[in-house]
């Protein structure tokens, strides 16, 4: 359903939406107050008045709202998030996972990072018209932005989800935490053992710290968060080994305006 529908069919539709959330929620034992909770109904409302193209793989609100959405909130599951203060959501399309860390973590300051321009557009757009407070929105390549000084290192917090590959995803992930931070990947159980192979990867500073295994509700999948820990730098010869500066473009949505820098 998209702009020009009728209003009572996109209600009905967002509400079923609400419902299948809420009752996700609930039987994955996650938490989000009423703040968070109307923030997903926002973005609900949005998407599908949305004009542009689509932005989720899923078709039925019941998808979206458990597979998309409550599964993002699986980083309440990560011991040692109490205090984050920066994350960074690579690939991030529709917004998801990385709304979740900002409405978990509302003091965080956050980034929605995409190559897409389409993609870009719709997350500009949601921020405007529901804007959530240090959150913004980067139109540029992992590889051009983790060569940028002001991002290079600059998340403790570093989250991908369907991106690319485990090992392509953690290449590109990698400059962009911080030593001692984390970098969290959401998989599907078919990567477990791709992920076991490899609990170590000095090259990009990366060490395995845990696999957390977890089931959505009413037996739609099972899923795994692989969490790493940043112990050093990313050596000289991978992504973004050599911070230069790249051309990017950065949109943030609370100052309308975006923000070319060479």
């Known amino acids: 359903?998209?702009?020009?529908?009728?209003p009572g069919a996109m209600d009905a539709i967002v509400a079923r939406g609400m419902d299948a959330f809420k009752t996700g929620m609930d039987s994955m034992g996650f938490y989000l107050d009423s703040r968070g909770t109307s923030y997903v109904k926002s973005w609900f409302e949005f998407y599908y008045?949305?004009?542009?193209?689509?932005?989720?793989g899923f078709t039925e609100p019941e998808d979206i709202a458990v597979k998309l959405i409550a599964d993002s909130f699986s980083v309440q599951l990560i011991e040692g998030l109490s205090e984050v203060k920066s994350a960074v959501d690579l690939g991030s399309g529709n917004g998801w996972p990385g709304l979740a860390v900002k409405l978990c973590f509302p003091e965080a300051r956050v980034a929605l990072m995409d190559a897409r321009q389409g993609a870009?557009?719709?997350?500009?757009?949601?921020?405007?018209?529901?804007?959530?407070?240090?959150?913004?929105?980067?139109?540029?390549?992992?590889?051009?932005?983790?060569?940028d000084p002001l991002l290079r290192e600059g998340f403790?917090?570093?989250?991908?989800?369907?991106?690319?590959?485990?090992?392509?995803?953690?290449?590109?992930?990698?400059?962009f935490a911080q030593v001692g931070g984390k970098v969290v990947l959401w998989l599907g159980p078919e990567q477990e053992e791709t992920v076991a192979r490899a609990p170590s990867l000095p090259e990009i500073g990366l060490n395995l710290a845990g696999v957390l295994d977890y089931s959505l509700p009413s037996g739609t999948g099972r899923?795994?968060?692989?969490?790493?820990?940043?112990?050093?730098?990313?050596?000289?010869?991978?992504r973004g080994a050599t911070p230069t500066f790249p051309r990017n473009l950065y949109f943030d949505p609370l100052k309308r305006k975006v923000i070319s820098s060479k």
């Open 120 to 147: 870009c557009r719709f997350m500009a757009g949601l921020l405007m018209e529901a804007p959530l407070k240090g959150t913004s929105v980067l139109e540029v390549r992992a590889e051009e932005a983790a060569r």
């Open 223 to 238: 899923r795994l968060l692989a969490v790493y820990e940043k112990t050093s730098g990313v050596a000289e010869g991978f």
């Open 49 to 56: 008045k949305w004009p542009g193209r689509r932005v989720v």
């Open 156 to 175: 403790g917090l570093v989250v991908s989800r369907a991106m690319a590959a485990p090992a392509v995803a953690l290449e590109l992930c990698a400059p």
């Open 1 to 6: 359903m998209r702009a020009g529908a009728d």
